[in-house]
């Protein structure tokens, strides 16, 4: 179908008030549904609003969209203890402005799509200009001050690359994962393919774990746990420069009633306290580390967070999954661990030149801290790596 005439839309605040149609449009893709779209909303996250956007043309449904705005302010600006010039600036800045930013896709999940057509109406050429299009209306409704089209499909990167009007990509955004050979079926087969140094490692970082007890938290003893370990997921949190928008209690509650054994949090006590947690993403073969939090003291004594992505692995080679994802943080830590970068697309625009420099100032100081200080590992022995040779 050709976009010829001018397109109608719809647009809802609140997934109750979203048509059944929205679901058939969606068909497989079970995390854009309604009910589960509607988790964000239903956990009253801070500073978000929300967009469901159904697309018709002649009265035909063609298209749906969701939105995620963002309202920034000074609390989402973590600065030091000895903060620069630098950051005192962007807290004073963010304090007297507050923009708002309209997000095509979801903040707090790598994993999940925000834009869904008909196969049997539109090409993926026409589709995309239904989306920009979409992208545009709501750009303009929602009074945003720019937008992020964050994970972006695969089949729409080459037009935002060179056909999207004012889009610049955002770069180096690396998530680190591990794909795990079939003949593994416990930890002790990862350690065995380890190069001797990378074992040694391995052996004296989980020591530490022997003085913590970990269990999975389920039922009442999680619902008992929750402000410790939205306490832990703060430290975390806090401890980046930019934080775009923040859980809170009732989010880790909601998604483990709506995913059951597709979500599964796991709690690590030192002589009875929580001192971390960790949290996971089940399906279609992927072991997707999501949500952490630690004690950054305990950290320092007993490689918490070392253990705790040790502890995501062991179970995963566990329970037969092919794939474990950990995350877009730490890549160092995680090369380390075997894993290598898979690089994502994200894509932003700004209409105003000064918000535009602000954006670009601030992603330019976020790099600085969070620069990636990291190379390619190979920890395993070259078995594992038939076609590379390497002396580390």
Same mark, same amino acid.
């Given at each position: 179908m050709k976009i010829t005439k001018p397109l109608d839309y719809a647009v809802y605040h609140h997934a109750s008030e979203i048509p059944e149609i929205w679901d058939e449009i969606a068909g497989a893709e079970k995390r854009l549904h309604r009910k589960a779209i509607a988790l964000c909303e239903e956990s009253g996250l801070p500073d978000i609003r929300y967009y469901y956007v159904v697309i018709q043309k002649s009265g035909q449904p063609l298209a749906i969209a969701y939105f995620q705005l963002l309202r920034f302010g000074p609390g989402h600006i973590n600065v030091p203890e000895q903060p620069t010039m630098a950051h005192r600036f962007l807290k004073g800045y963010f304090s007297c402005i507050k923009p708002s930013i309209l997000v095509a896709g979801h903040l707090f999940r790598h994993d999940h799509p925000s834009f869904a057509f008909s196969n049997a109406l539109l090409t993926p050429a026409d589709a995309f200009k239904v989306y920009e299009w979409c992208i545009d209306k709501v750009l303009k409704i929602s009074h945003a001050t720019g937008v992020f089209v964050k994970d972006c499909p695969g089949i729409f990167v080459p037009y935002f690359q060179n056909h999207a009007c004012g889009y610049r990509s955002l770069p180096n955004d690396i998530i680190m994962e591990m794909h795990i050979p079939e003949d593994w079926k416990s930890f002790g087969d990862y350690e065995e393919a380890l190069k001797h140094k990378y074992l040694q490692r391995s052996k004296k970082v989980r020591k530490s774990i022997k003085q913590l007890e970990v269990k999975e938290l389920c039922g009442e003893e999680l619902a008992l746990e929750l402000p410790n370990i939205y306490n832990l997921y703060r430290k975390v949190a806090e401890n980046q420069l930019v934080a775009f928008g923040y859980l809170n209690e009732q989010y880790f509650d909601r998604l483990k009633t709506q995913l059951g054994e597709d979500y599964k949090v796991?709690?690590?006590?030192?002589? +009875?306290?929580?001192?971390?947690?960790?949290?996971?993403? $089940? /399906?279609?073969?992927?072991?997707?580390? !999501?949500?952490?939090?630690?004690?950054?003291?305990?950290?320092?004594?007993?490689?918490?967070?070392?253990?705790?992505?040790?502890?995501?692995?062991?179970?995963?080679?566990?329970?037969?999954?092919?794939?474990?994802?950990? +995350?877009?943080?730490?890549?160092?830590?995680?090369?380390? $661990? /075997?894993?290598?970068?898979?690089?994502? !697309?994200?894509?932003?625009?700004?209409?105003?030149?000064?918000?535009?420099?602000?954006?670009?100032?601030?992603?330019?100081?976020?790099?600085?801290?969070?620069?990636?200080?990291?190379?390619?590992?190979?920890?395993?022995?070259?078995?594992?790596?038939?076609?590379?040779?390497?002396?580390?």
């Open positions: 796991y709690g690590f006590y030192l002589n +009875g306290e929580l001192v971390a947690y960790s949290s996971v993403l $089940l /399906g279609e073969g992927i072991y997707d580390m !999501y949500y952490l939090g630690m004690d950054y003291e305990h950290n320092k004594k007993l490689q918490l967070y070392f253990n705790m992505l040790f502890h995501g692995l062991e179970n995963a080679i566990a329970s037969g999954m092919p794939r474990i994802v950990m +995350g877009r943080t730490a890549l160092e830590a995680k090369a380390v $661990l /075997g894993c290598t970068p898979e690089y994502l !697309y994200n894509f932003y625009k700004v209409s105003n030149p000064a918000i535009a420099w602000i954006v670009q100032y601030t992603q330019r100081l976020f790099m600085q801290q969070t620069k990636p200080t990291w190379q390619d590992r190979h920890p395993f022995k070259s078995s594992l790596y038939p076609s590379l040779t390497t002396s580390e």
